[in-house]
């Protein structure tokens, strides 16, 4: 049984500081998947991570994913109040596109 | 308009009723999918369907059934529905892996409460 794990799963950081959000999951998978969950929200896609050593950059974020290790992370450099948000790691474990996902980080960054 | 909707997007009802949730796209995908969504345990897999004529059950399906009336529309129905069926329940879509980013795009939301 696939396992999905994300920590820490509530996150409360400044503006402007650096921090990553870890996603451990159990079993082999070359595909991942990062969405981003506004309170009340539904589900945004942020990056898809194809293949080990992947690294996919927008704005303040950089997800990278670590196969080998089945280790995927997700960086924020100096954090703005706009990512304040929900966020989680998905992986796709028989590249049928069936998605297990983790816990969710709540993360909020504070002025 | 959304590429993914839901009806109801809000609903209360009381234990033993009968409830019917509804998923359109537009997006013209084929594989369509079911999940609920309960505070800190993430997104679980309820059902999926990977074309009209395929159903299969996900991580959580036991009180849940399913039907897929076209491409298009997908519904999840809870026979008898229960307390602890009180979640956030979404649908997604995607197109089937063949390459390239084949995430999953998630509707609004149904926020359902069983009294």
Redesign the interface.
Known sequence: ELKVEQNPLFLSMQEGKNYTIYCNYSTTSDRLYWYRQDPGKSLESLFVLLSNGAVKQEGRLMASLDTKARLSTLHITAAVHDLSATYFCAVDKSAGNMLTFGGGTRLMVKP | DADVTQTPRNRITKTGKRIMLECSQTKGHD?MYWYRQDP??????IY?SFDVKDINK?EISDGYSVSRQAQAKFSLSLESAIPNQTALY?CAT?D??AGG?????????TRLTVL
């Open positions: 594989r800190g345990l993430g997104l679980r897999l999926y996900g979404f995607s089937p892996p980013r084949n995430e999953q795009f998630f509707g609004p939301g």
